[in-house]
């Protein structure tokens, strides 16, 4: 199975700040139809993931653009360019290319 | 509006048998691959099977295999997951999920226990 490694696995950050998680795949996420299906994701306290980014960049509808994603192959990035109070909750990364699809352990995220 | 809404968890003892149902509404139900995700008390989430849109290609994950049947009723939109012989491992939130994570219902328990 595909490895899928967080960091930070807790963030505090202050208000307004910004924030940014790592994550990096034990092989190429690259598909043979030459897209990669990475994905992040945000589960805040009590409710149920919603997907903020897919496929390594792009945003899903109704995410503030404060959210961005980048990266490629094994090496991914989620950046909150100011942390506003409803970003409270865990992040996970997550891969659909091979099968099973595999989340990572979760960066849970706090205001200081 | 998309909507998936799961039903059918609940309490059941070791070996026991539960069927959970997801009825989705808002998209055209039989263009997609549907997903089934759980979530443990307190842990991350797994990616526990999936089934394309007619219903011909069916995997699952590793620790569910043989004991766990997805299926979908593409006439009724709905989306179920049989699952015997559960253990207690399998105590867990278990989402139903349209595509690789774009919409995901509230979730129903399992909770598998003596």
């Known amino acids: 199975d595909v490895v899928m490694t967080q960091s930070p696995l807790s963030l505090p950050v202050t208000l307004g700040q910004p924030a940014s998680i790592s994550c990096r795949s034990s092989?190429?996420?690259?598909?043979?139809?030459?897209?990669?299906?990475f994905n992040w994701f945000q589960q805040r306290p009590g409710q149920s993931p919603r997907r903020l980014i897919y496929q390594v960049s792009n945003r899903d509808s109704g995410v503030p653009d404060r959210f961005s994603g980048s990266g490629s192959g094994t090496d991914f990035t989620l950046k909150i360019s100011r942390v506003e109070p409803e970003d409270v909750g865990v992040y996970y990364c997550?891969?659909?290319?091979?099968?099973?699809?595999?989340f990572g352990q979760g960066t849970k995220l706090e205001i200081k | 509006e998309v909507q998936v809404v799961e039903s059918g968890g609940g309490l059941v003892q070791p070996g026991g048998s539960l069927r959970l149902s997801c009825a989705a509404s808002?998209?055209?139900?039989?263009?997609?691959?549907m997903h089934w995700v759980r979530q443990a008390p307190g842990k991350g989430l797994v990616w526990v099977s999936r089934?394309?849109?007619?219903?011909?290609?069916?995997t699952y994950a590793d620790s569910v295999k043989g004991r766990f049947t997805i299926s979908r009723d593409n006439a009724k939109n709905t989306l179920f997951l049989q699952m015997n012989n559960l253990r207690a491992e399998d105590t867990a939130v278990y989402y139903c999920v349209r595509g690789i994570g774009g919409y995901w219902g509230q979730g129903t328990l399992v909770t598998v226990s003596s």
């Open positions: 997550m891969q659909g290319t091979h099968w099973p699809y595999t």
């Open positions: 808002g998209f055209t139900f039989s263009n997609y691959w």
């Open positions: 092989q190429s996420l690259v598909h043979s139809d030459g897209n990669t299906y």
């Open positions: 089934i394309n849109s007619a219903g011909t290609i069916i």
